[in-house]
């Protein structure tokens, strides 16, 4: 009788390797923790790439699925449920401005709806229609500026160091070499810049062509970097002056990871883009990706004026899974809970304190700790490679996060450098200093400097 083979033996036969995975072997999780399938206890700082907004199994999440499970699971994007559309409602409520949702099942595919915005206003509108409100939804239009003859605008403005999923799109469109390498040629249309860089976005700008500016308002991927509130400001005047699309990427910043429903809320609260990506945090675990689009009007070429968020109409764009009563059901219990436990608060809070304590070790390992909310980056010194002994081509970061999974902390490395530390929103102080004590524990271990 031969023995089932083990989870590595799955993998290794018949998974395609798209992943450089770690060795550890997740079988449960509850709350902050996760055990392995030998019972190995973790602390999960990661939260699936600030996905498990709320910790793992919360008991009113469980619930909810559980009943939705017994009553609808799926039905096509033909038909309405109710589930699909007061999510919609919730998501417009919380950017606080009017506008419409689309629903998809991933970050890049959010994106990719964000690129098809901008195609679709680029191709088939001259810019943002004139109204007795100045530019904003609502007003009575004043004046036209129909010209089905004005060039056609394409080009997507992006930041370097940004990261917009793995799509074909989504390479094009992020600023990092690496994802590139092997899939040219990229998509056209996509031009990058230096991030927070006020005169590079201004020369960009005039750019013939070009319909909107993209950026994520805290660069996850990139590091942990946040923009500042005098580069949103300007962008936003920018894109106002010459009729383009401000479009923030928030799928890893949104919902809450910054203290805020919304990143940009945290940085320029009177800053408000034309269309927002999200996915991750949003459903707690299941997969929902979604777009907002804000409601300001827009000059079509025929002559004919409409709402921003209609410029998608049937037809344009589609998908089989997204905004599921399942699926829908569970973000409305995830975006309840957060709002009826303080977790907004909470994430300010234990960011504060988390980035306080991680300055305190003083680690001459450590180069600089950053934090907005509970988006943390831990960035080692240059020379760690050189003077910790690693093995050639061994990145700091992922010596980092194989030592700290060894002393059961579980995080996220980000380039070569930097540790991300991602934890769900409803973390206690408790699990801060545990995590904090395993980090200067094994920093501690290293040779001295």
């Known amino acids: 009788m031969s023995l089932s083979p083990s989870t590595l033996e799955l993998f290794d036969q018949y998974v395609i390797p798209t992943y450089g995975r770690f060795g550890v072997r997740l079988a449960r999780g509850s709350g902050c923790y996760v055990w392995d399938e030998d019972g190995r206890e973790y602390l999960d700082f990661g939260a699936g790439i600030a996905v498990t907004s709320l910790g793992h ?16 699971v799926h039905t096509s994007n033909l038909y309405y449920t109710r589930q699909q559309g007061e999510l919609a409602k919730r998501l417009v409520e919380i950017v606080g401005a009017p506008g419409k949702i689309f629903f998809c099942n991933s970050g890049a595919e959010a994106n990719e709806a964000l690129y098809k915005l901008s195609r679709k206003f680029g191709n088939e509108a001259n810019g943002f229609a004139r109204t007795s409100s100045g530019n904003a939804a609502g007003g009575v239009v004043t004046g036209g500026n129909s010209n089905p003859d004005a060039p056609l605008r394409r080009g997507i403005i992006t930041m370097n160091g940004s990261f917009h999923g793995r799509t074909l799109g989504g390479i094009a469109a992020t600023g990092q070499d690496k994802v590139k390498k092997g899939f040219e040629p990229m998509v ?4 990058h810049i230096p991030f927070n860089d006020i005169t590079s976005l201004e020369d960009a700008a005039e750019i013939p062509g070009t319909v909107a500016v993209m950026l994520e308002p805290v660069q996850g991927e990139g590091g942990i970097y946040p923009v500042s509130a005098e580069y949103l400001r300007r962008a936003r005047a920018l894109c106002d002056r010459h009729s383009l699309l401000l479009l923030f990427d928030e799928v890893q910043c949104g919902l809450g990871r910054t203290g805020d429903w919304n990143g940009w809320d945290t940085l320029a609260p009177d800053v ?7 996915a991750k945090g949003i459903a707690g675990g299941f997969p929902l990706g979604a777009i907002w689009v804000s409601s300001r009007l827009v000059q079509m070429r025929n002559g004919e004026v409409k709402p921003l968020c209609d410029v998608l109409g049937p037809g344009s764009h589609g998908t089989t899974f997204g905004g599921t009563p399942l699926i829908c059901a569970g973000a409305l219990e995830v975006l309840s809970i957060i709002e009826d436990e303080h977790l907004l608060e909470n994430a300010r809070n234990q960011g504060v304190y988390a980035v306080n304590a991680l300055r305190a070790l003083q680690s001459a390992w450590v180069r600089e700790v950053r934090g907005v909310g509970l988006m943390l980056g831990i960035e080692l010194v240059a020379d760690f490679a050189t003077r910790g002994g690693l093995p050639a081509g061994k990145a700091p970061s992922i010596y980092m996060v194989e030592r700290l999974h ?9 380039g070569t450098h930097i540790l991300r530390w991602l934890p769900p929103l409803n973390v206690q102080t408790a699990d801060v200093d545990k995590a904090v004590r395993i980090l200067s ?5 290293l040779p001295s400097l």
């Open 441 to 445: 524990s094994v920093l501690a271990s």
């Open 188 to 191: 056209e249309g996509f031009t």
């Open 57 to 72: 199994c919360h008991p009113r999440v469980v619930e909810r699925m559980r009943r939705q499970l017994g009553e609808l």
């Open 272 to 278: 408000k883009p034309d269309a927002v990506s999200w």
């Open 406 to 414: 060894a002393e059961g902390l579980l995080t996220i490395p980000s």
